[in-house]
C-alpha cells in the first residue's frame, strides 16, 4: 500500500506500509529505509485484549517486581543458601514468599515483620520436606526475638493455609545435639569432656523415649527436655570424669543455652531413673542418689520395659492382678488373711510403703503447682440429699478390697 512523501535518505517516494511482526511500519521500497514505527504489544495483558501500547511502555515496566520484593527474594535466597538448603526448597521458599506479600492481611504490617516473612517460609518449607531446622536456628539467623517470629509464622500459617507438620523428637535431638562444641578438641574444651558424637546422640535419643514413655514430654517444651537429656548422657558415658561437672558449665562448654525449665526436666528424669533403680537387683545393695545413679543409666536403658512395668502401675497389671487376686506379684509379700494387695488398684495409694509401684501420670497430677478456682456453688448444689448417682470413675474409691473389685467388674460387664 503507497503512501504519501519521499524518502529523506534517497528521495524516492515509493514509500509502503510493511506488517514487521505484527508491527506496522513506514518502509522505503527503494532503499529499505525505516521511516517511521507502529505501536507494539508486548504485554500479556494488552496483547490478550489485541492492543497497541506505546513503544515507552512495552519494556514491562508495569510488571517488574517491587523494591521490596525483589529485597525479600534476596534476603530468602541468602538465607537458603547460609543454611546450605537444596535448591528446590529455595524455590518453594521464594513462592512462599511472593503468595505473602500478595495477601491483603500483609500489607499494612510493619517492616520487620515483613523481613520475617522470609524467615517464616524458609521454616514451613524445611518442616514440610521433613527437614531438622529449629524455630531458634532461624531467629538467631535473623537477630529476632522468638515470639515475635512465632507470631508472623502462625500469621503465615493461617492466611496462606499451609499444612506444616510437626518435627519428631528424633530429628530434633540430631538438629540440637549438632551445635555442640563438645565432639572435636578445642580450647576451652578439656580432654575428657570430649565425646562421640554417635554414641552421645544414641543415648540422648533413649533418655528422650524414657521421657516421652513417663509423661514427661507431653504439653512440654521438647528444648529443655533435649538438653537436660544430653546432659545426662554425656556424664553416663565417663561418669568418672564428668560427674563433677554441673550443669550451667556443660552448655558453656557446649556452647549452647541453657532454658529456664531444664534443671525441673533434669529433676524429673533422675527421679524416673532412682525408682528404675530400684527394680534392679544388683543396684539394691547401693544406696542410689541423684549423683551415682548416672553411673549406671545404660544399665537402666538396656531393661526400660521391665523396669517401667515394675516401677510403675500400669493398666495392664492392674486388669491381671484384679483378675486373680488370690495370686500377688512376684516379690510381693502376702496380705493378711491370705489375700495378696492390691497395688494396682487406684484405691490402695494411700496403703502403698515407701518405694512401692505408683501410677504413672503426669508429673502436673502428681505435684500440682496451680489449682483451679471454681465457682461458688449454689444453694440448689449444696444440699446434698444422699441420693446423688455415684459414677463408676469415683465408685473405685469406695472399694476396698480384691472380692470387691470383682464383684464390682462382674456386674458391670452383666448385661
Known sequence: MAARGSCPGCGSTALV?????????????????????????????????????????????KEQLSRCLQRGIRRVQDLCKVLQLPTVFEETAVSYFQRALQHPSFHLVSLEKKELLGGCCIFVTCRQHNWPLTMGTICSLLYVKQELFASVYLSLQKELGLSVPALSLGDLVKTHLNSFRLFQHAA???????????????????????????????????????????FLSWQSLQPAARLTCTFARFCKLAGVDLPPPAHLR?????????????????????????????????????????????????????????????????????????????EGCPSEGKRQHEGGPRPLLPPCLINPRKRLRTAAPSASDSAITGDEPISDSEIEQYLRGPEEIRAFRKAKAWP
Open 188 to 230: 576451652n574444651v578439656p580432654a575428657p569432656f570430649v565425646e562421640d558424637k554417635e554414641k552421645m546422640v544414641a543415648r540422648t535419643m533413649q533418655i528422650v523415649e524414657l521421657a516421652s514413655e513417663t509423661w514427661l514430654v507431653t504439653g512440654r517444651h521438647p528444648v529443655p527436655i533435649v538438653t537436660a537429656a544430653a
Open 17 to 61: 506500509e510493511d506488517a514487521h511482526y505484527a508491527q506496522q511500519q513506514l518502509v522505503c521500497a527503494a532503499c529499505g529505509c525505516v521511516l517511521s514505527e507502529g505501536l507494539l504489544t508486548t504485554t500479556y495483558a494488552e496483547e490478550e485484549h489485541l492492543r497497541e501500547v506505546a513503544y515507552s511502555q512495552s519494556t514491562g515496566q
Open 266 to 342: 533434669l529433676k524429673e528424669l533422675l527421679e524416673i531413673l532412682l525408682r528404675m533403680a530400684s527394680q534392679l537387683a544388683w543396684l539394691r545393695v547401693f544406696n542410689m542418689d541423684k549423683k551415682t545413679v548416672v553411673k549406671h543409666i545404660g544399665d537402666l536403658l538396656q531393661h526400660r520395659i521391665f523396669l517401667l512395668k515394675n516401677a510403675f502401675c500400669l493398666e495392664d497389671e492392674e486388669e491381671q492382678r484384679a483378675v486373680t487376686p488370690g495370686e500377688g506379684s512376684p516379690g510381693s509379700p502376702p496380705a493378711a488373711g491370705g489375700a495378696a494387695q492390691e
